[in-house]
């Protein structure tokens, strides 16, 4: 119980839920997943549900199976101490309403408790540091990728290649960028120039003329839809992962201090 109270004092739920809150991580692939999730609500709600039986032993024994459960706690979750906590109020419970010869079982499932919250302690903070480490490298590689090179290359399609997105991304991008410069390139050529590249039109008179010239500008416009969809969506890249960047650098600043926190509560 002490145990308990001394790491809800120094800490408290609250930091646990400000990092939930502040700590969302934008990447799945280098970064474990903080979104809110309560990994151990079904065994929360088991623990709050449990009652006295009609005969002390079983009640005992129910706790008992409550504190074997608490042993496969998920440390992922920043409420994982609410179990324990729990469980520390159903001891105090039976200890003041069951009989007394049970009061040593009561005492050694006390500090079973107490045994099992430091384990899942420690597990929570290797969780914990393994986070920080996955940030600072996603940071890392982040910090690598010049977003100004990264522009230049979204111009020529290489965007998803540049930040090693899915084949997907990398032939819809390559497909729109060759098929857009193709299309502005004979675009433009036909429209500065109609009379040497009208093709198998004929051109008799100035209407003959304009024909070809919006025939360039139609041919330019087609190769903006393939264009402009895969230059819109390389911007977009480009921004998120500065937002994400950035979003990053807060989030290991809040698990760091939460860290510091952690390792300080006793």
Known sequence: MSLVNAFINQIGREIGREVYRNARVRSSKHIPSLSYTDFNKD????????ELATYDKISVRNLINLIEKSENINPRSFNWQDCYIELDNKIDFCKEHLDKEHLDKLESLDQRNSMNFSVAKER??????????????????????????????SLLGFNPIFYKLNFGKIFSHLFGTVVGIICFYYGYI???????????????NDADLTKVKNLGITI????????????????KRILIEQKNNVNNKETLITLTDYQDNLNKSK
């Open 190 to 204: 036909i429209y500065i120039d109609p009379i040497g590249h009208h093709g198998n039109l004929l051109i008799n």
């Open 220 to 235: 330019i416009v087609i190769g903006s839809i393939f264009y402009l969809p895969v230059l819109i969506s390389s911007i």
């Open 43 to 50: 065994f929360s709600n088991e623990i709050k549900s449990f």
């Open 124 to 153: 929570h903070k290797t969780f914990i540091g393994q986070t920080i480490e996955n940030i600072k490298l996603e940071i890392a590689n982040h910090e690598k990728r010049n977003p100004i090179l990264a522009f230049t290359i």
